[in-house]
């Protein structure tokens, strides 16, 4: 396997320029230099971060020319600069993202070696950096890759949390969660910009003034001043020459406005005043979806949308003094609700600090900034109780009201008399307690909303933003959700990248139409088994990774079946223990039945106040402590949950995957990200009607993808109707043999109060419809497993996944946003 590595790596270190000293003997010299003047340390005792340390700082040496001639791009009148607000950024590990982007892979590992060091080693001691919660951040890091690939002038503009999101342990078999101590041992990735900072003011009051003509001028009060500094990562494009930027703010006290004091007690006073203003970015929210509003989280939203607005009214104004032009220096993309204060902040700085008319800045506002919605379920729709954000933003609170009172006039123009309209689309919700709707704020201050999945955006127009589709049906477009073929085939799977360029070339990494080429292959013998040769590498490294964390012998040669992903009732994580636990059954039932050995491989974080599903974590570890221990399925069942699922860890699960489960409850994902990345890896998927599963069957064909279940118009439909879950139990004794195991105590060492909850709510609630998907999915398991017998049609259909998946490149999504959305013109590729 390690040879694979190589030779992959090797064959995509081409197009660099040799002029900046990125030979073998040149990365040598560079890592030692830094070693010493960087790290002071002697090669003799540098432990392996030191090591780490160097050759990072050396490569980012190496990325800086190409930034400095980005950066150039900002100030030249000609190039619109995109720029990504985005609360989350989940990064994964930089150094060999970094390395394969910019072309240094060989030289780095060479003199790694020459140093007598391993380059793998090195790359294990990153931390990576866990700035989100899961998808969204996810796919907010993959547009930057493509954004610098692509070679459009880029900022993404987030939040440097001192802690991201937290490591899971799993202890007895529950998910307990530590502090992600991700800047402990130093990060070489980033350059502190002190003197790129900016004021932000929080709570007080607003004040009237009339100035000496005569002018009404509004000042703001405020109780509390905070500084943002930026904090700059390079991002490097893929042999683009391209390098983005992304600018991450963190808090700081105003030295100006308290340290003044030099009496003791004003000095404490001072000194607790910094500890308020740095706790503002010290950690992520690990909620994957939002609850009902903290304080700090709007602190927080708030916090990095004035910073960035702030850093790009200075980009602005060094092209042009005129503030009216601002959408043709930037196109902002907020992505989700989390940023969408830019609506009233953007609003407040034209107004309020730059003297632009009310009219001039609600233009210029709307025609530079655009919504992404990232979620149907109502309860993650963003909303801030009134009196909270009165207290924290008091101006914004009066420049959203007089957002809606013009806005809400429209719609009366619009709809004359339709009451209920008006109270359903206002920016203030006033049924039961008084909310600030960012959703609808967002959509009122965009020129353009879209959803993340064809289905997705349909069902948005027709649930979620319905009223604001009817008004306005223009401003809404899809854009399905893509992923970087760098870090997720080329830095993840070298083994398949160095197949699929042997046989097609290697335009396919940035022009992955390309691996249609593939389809006349699926039918040549040896080229499949060299297919399956790289599958049972990754499914051996991978299975070795399982016994170092778990303990858990799995054997490589049984269907890896893997579900990795936020833990969530509507992921239903537990429709897929309930076939585990049939297929245990029918087992021990009858020792002869024909059931192929499958590994259930589980991964996924829970929020740490979401009960059930931390509940479900104890269950999948319970599960697979009985059927791991049971002798009469060895050889035939395992069930292991591997521990803190992150980008590290999904670079080694998903190349190893035979089969991708993406079963939640058709109309509920609003697209999927992971199905994506185990496709393009070549595993099969069986999933719902859901998300982006629709468009991936539509490309792989329906006779490579397993489907099953409700879709989500009999969702609708059944949910209407009545859905009582008790009857599916009643009607199908193997699922009520399966959900009675559990109810026994079998699972919980006789304690059968453990999972109650659990039950309790798959036979009277059961929301997102697990009972009522059962069957169709136990039947689509069979015809998975009949599948898998014939490994020849089986690798068949992998091939043909992976050859069709081309449009699944967030390279295809961000030039739909160019075009669709930003009005960027698209950059001709980059001459290699
Ligand atoms: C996620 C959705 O749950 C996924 O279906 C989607 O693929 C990604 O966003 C990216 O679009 N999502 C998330 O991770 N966090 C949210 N708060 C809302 C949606």
Redesign the pocket.
């Known amino acids: 396997a390690n040879n694979t590595v190589k030779t992959a790596a090797s064959s995509h270190t081409q197009g660099h320029d040799p002029r900046r000293g990125v030979g073998t003997a040149a990365m040598n010299r560079a890592i030692l230099d830094h070693l010493h003047f960087t790290m002071a340390r002697l090669p003799a005792l540098a432990s392996r971060n030191d090591w780490y340390m160097a050759l990072s700082h050396a490569v980012r040496d190496r990325m800086l020319d190409d930034w400095l001639a980005s950066l150039h791009h900002f100030r030249n009148k000609e190039l619109k600069v995109v720029s990504y607000l985005s609360a989350e950024f989940l990064l994964g590990p930089h150094l060999g993202n970094n390395l394969i982007n910019t072309g240094m892979w060989d030289a780095a590992r060479d003199a790694v070696e020459s140093l007598g060091l391993r380059l793998e080693d090195l790359l294990r001691q990153e931390e990576e950096p866990g700035l989100g ?7 907010a890091a993959c547009y930057l890759d493509s954004l610098a690939t692509l070679r459009i002038p880029s900022i993404g503009y987030g939040i440097r949390y001192e802690f991201g999101i937290f490591d899971q342990l799993i202890r007895d078999g529950w998910q307990v969660e530590t502090a992600d101590k991700w800047l402990k041992f130093g990060n070489p990735w980033e350059i502190c910009r002190s003197e790129i900072a900016y004021e932000v003011k929080m709570g007080g009051h607003t004040e009237y003034h009339h100035d000496a003509d005569g002018r009404l001028a509004i000042v703001w009060l405020p109780v509390k001043v905070i500084k943002g500094v930026a904090y700059d990562t390079p991002i490097a494009g893929y042999r683009s020459r391209i390098t983005g930027l992304l600018r991450l703010w963190k808090s700081e006290a105003v030295e100006s406005f308290n340290f003044q004091a030099f009496n003791a007690g004003e000095y404490y006073h001072a000194v607790d005043e910094k500890v308020v203003s740095e706790s503002i970015t010290k950690v992520l929210y690990p909620n ?3 609850g009902v509003g903290k304080l700090l989280r709007l602190a927080q939203q708030y916090f990095f949308v004035s910073c960035s607005l702030q850093d790009m009214i200075r980009v602005h104004l060094l092209r042009s003094p005129r503030l009216e032009e601002f959408d043709q220096t930037f196109a902002v993309q907020m992505n ?1 609700t989390h940023p969408s204060l830019a609506v009233a902040e953007l609003m407040r700085l034209l107004v309020d600090e730059h003297g632009l008319g009310w009219d001039a800045a609600w233009k210029v506002t709307r025609s530079t900034l655009a919504y ?1 919605n ?2 149907l379920l109502p309860e ?1 729709l963003e909303k801030w109780p009134l009196q909270l954000f009165a207290n924290l933003l008091p101006r914004h609170l009066e420049i959203v009201y007089e957002i809606n009172r013009r806005f809400l006039d429209e719609v009366s123009r619009a709809y004359p008399g339709d009451q209920a309209r008006l109270a359903r689309m206002s920016l203030i919700e006033e049924t039961g307690g008084k909310f600030v709707r960012m959703a609808n704020l967002a959509s009122v201050g965009s020129h353009a909303i879209n959803g ?2 064809h289905l ?1 955006t349909e069902l948005l127009k027709e649930t979620v933003l319905a009223d604001f589709y009817q008004m306005t049906p223009e401003k809404f477009c899809n854009v399905t ?1 893509g992923v970087t073929p760098r870090r997720w085939v080329l830095l993840s799977n070298p083994g398949l990248a160095w197949l699929i360029s042997e046989s097609i070339g290697e335009e396919w990494v940035t022009a992955p139409e390309k691996l249609r080429e593939l389809e006349c292959f699926a039918s040549d013998p040896s080229f499949l088994s060299a297919w399956r040769g790289v599958k049972d590498a990754n499914k051996r490294a991978l299975a070795a990774a399982i016994l170092e964390r778990t303990g858990v012998a799995v054997d490589p040669e049984s269907l890896f079946d893997i579900q990795v992903k ?1 833990i969530h009732e509507y992921k239903r994580q537990h429709l897929n223990l309930l076939h585990i636990l049939t297929l245990y059954h029918r087992i021990k039932r009858d020792p002869g039945a024909q059931i192929p050995p499958r590994t259930f491989i589980f991964g996924g974080k829970a929020a740490p106040g979401y009960f059930m599903a931390k509940l479900i974590i104890k269950l999948i570890n319970s599960v697979a402590e009985v059927v791991n221990a049971d002798p009469e399925v060895a050889g035939r069942l395992k069930v292991v949950f591997f521990p803190d699922f992150n980008v590290t860890n999904g670079q080694l699960i998903y190349p190893a995957a035979d089969l991708s489960e993406q079963i939640s409850t058709s109309g509920k ?5 992971g199905n994506m990345k185990f496709s393009l890896n070549g595993a099969l998927t069986i999933g719902t009607l859901d ?2 599963n629709v468009e991936i069957r539509e490309e792989v064909g329906e006779e490579n993808f397993f489907l099953f279940g409700l879709n989500a118009t009999e969702v609708q439909a059944l949910k209407k109707s009545g859905y009582h879950p008790g009857r599916f139990y009643e009607e199908d004794w193997e699922l009520r043999e399966a959900i009675d195991a559990v109810r026994s105590g079998l699972f919980s060492h006789g304690d059968a109060g453990l999972f109650q909850p659990l039950v309790d709510h798959l036979l009277y609630d059961d929301e997102y419809l697990a009972l009522a998907d059962y069957r169709s999915y136990l039947e689509c398991q069979e015809r998975v497993s009949t599948a898998f017998r014939q490994r020849e049609l089986w690798s068949v259909k992998s091939v043909l996944n992976v050859a069709r998946m081309g449009k699944f490149s967030s390279d295809r999504s961000i030039r739909e946003y160019c075009e669709k959305i930003w009005k960027v013109p698209i950059r001709p590729p980059f001459p290699h």
């Open positions: 919660n899961g998808g969204l951040g996810r796919l994957d979806e939002p989700d992404t990232h979620t993650a993340v999945a997705h959700n936020r994902e609003a697209s999927g990200t998300g982006a």
